[in-house]
T-cell receptor, first 115, second 115 residues
Framework: AQSVTQPDIHITVSEGASLELRCNYS??????LFWYVQSPGQGLQLLLK????DTLVQGIKGFEAEFKRSQSSFNLRKPSVHWSDAAEYFC?????????????WGLGTSLAVNP | EAGVTQFPSHSVIEKGQTVTLRCDPI?????LYWYRRVMGKEIKFLLH????????ESGMPNNRFLAERTGGTYSTLKVQPAELEDSGVYFC?????????????FGPGTRLTVL
């Protein structure tokens, strides 16, 4: 069955520290992978996506993610976290069956940033 | 360009009442999706419209939920009668493409509380 696992429910980092949020997926075909962020009081904003090609994907706000097929992972990274990065982060895989399309989501990782 | 908008942002109703949520997609986007996040659980797909037609409604929980998209523009999601377990955040998304490389853009969500 298709699924997305985000092992870390909550993460706390200090401002300026590096960040890695983990995401593992289970999907039989070529995965189309996404990271979205939800800041407090805001909607879901697309950070980055992977469809094919270069396995290191750059996104907005200084985030990047690396697709590793052998590990079924799509981890999100940022070299230096800012206080404004405190938010909830969601990994998702796009599934396609004919014209049917939907996203399968992980539980999300809540990020807190200490000053 | 305006993003996806949803109304209301919050709704508090009593069990047994009816609530209607509205979503206005990005102009020109033929695809419209509804998702729901129940507290403590992952975001789950509800249904997918292509223009005014329901392409996939496999995620709709039961027949108390009715979604419409008249004229292929905005969509409504009606819950009648509402039950306690319907509480959660309802997200709407829209997308433009028809291929697998299609990106969904989300609205801010409607937080529904059923008392």
């Amino acid at each position: 069955a298709q699924s997305v696992t985000q092992p870390d429910i909550h993460i706390t980092v200090s401002e300026g520290a590096s960040l890695e949020l983990r995401c593992n997926y289970s999907y039989g075909a070529t995965p189309y992978l996404f990271w979205y962020v939800q800041s407090p009081g805001q909607g879901l904003q697309l950070l980055l996506k992977y469809f094919s090609g270069d396995t290191l994907v750059q996104g907005i706000k200084g985030f990047e993610a690396e697709f590793k097929r052998s590990q079924s992972s799509f981890n999100l990274r940022k070299p230096s976290v800012h206080w404004s990065d405190a938010a909830e982060y969601f990994c998702a895989v796009g599934t396609f069956a004919g014209n049917n399309r939907k996203l399968i989501w992980g539980l999300g990782t809540s990020l807190a940033v200490n000053p | 360009e305006a993003g996806v908008t949803q109304f209301p942002s919050h709704s508090v109703i009593e069990k047994g009442q009816t609530v209607t949520l509205r979503c206005d997609p990005i102009s020109g986007h033929d695809n419209l999706y509804w998702y729901r996040r129940v507290m403590g659980k992952e975001i789950k797909f509800l249904l997918h419209f292509v223009k005014e037609s329901k392409q996939d409604e496999s995620g709709m929980p039961n027949n108390r939920f009715l979604a419409e998209r008249t004229g292929g523009t905005y969509s409504t999601l009606k819950v009648q009668p509402a039950e306690l377990e319907d509480s959660g955040v309802y997200f709407c998304a829209s997308s433009h493409g028809t291929g697998v490389r299609d990106t969904q853009y989300f609205g801010p969500g409607t937080r529904l509380t059923v008392l």
